[in-house]
């Protein structure tokens, strides 16, 4: 299985991750990563040491794919005494205002999907196409959702 660019994860890590609690927990977790790499730079084992976890340094990743931070320069440690990458964040960007920004994009996303869901369902009507319960079934459900 396939979840974005992760291979192998398996089918119950997924649903764990989709959790209510388990999202409100990262998100937050990404949020105070953010907020400490906004004070200074650090590297992962200075981020879980700084934040109390052994798990905080997994949210670079995260910040770094939607562009909010950035691997700096090699340096030794504090923490672990080995040459690593500190974080830093990206000059100019605003945690609360990406986050907006990518909420507002991912439903544009899914009402232009919803529309072209529409048209390609009348196109198959008028073509003699029967569509599958299922179908109509989900169709329904995205009409509830983004009309």
């Known amino acids: 299985m396939i979840v974005g660019r992760l291979k192998h994860v398996r089918e119950t890590s997924v649903s764990a991750w989709r959790t209510p609690e388990v999202q409100a927990t990262a998100l937050s977790l990404r949020e105070r990563v953010f907020r400490l ?15 109390g976890t052994f798990h905080a340094h997994k949210r670079t990743s995260e910040l770094k794919r939607d562009g909010l931070i950035v691997e700096l ?25 990406s986050r907006i920004h990518k909420e507002e994009t991912k439903t544009e996303n899914h009402k232009e999907g919803f529309a072209q869901f529409v048209e390609m369902y009348r196109f198959a009507a008028k073509h ?3 569509p599958a319960p299922e179908l109509i079934a989900f169709g329904a459900k995205l009409r509830k959702e983004y009309t």
């Open 37 to 51: 790499l906004e004070k200074r730079p650090a590297t992962g084992a200075e981020i879980d040491r700084e934040l």
């Open 73 to 97: 320069d090699k340096r030794t440690c504090a923490v672990s005494g080995q040459r690593t990458y500190e974080w830093g964040v990206v000059e100019g960007v605003d945690y609360t205002a």
């Open 128 to 130: 003699g196409f029967q």
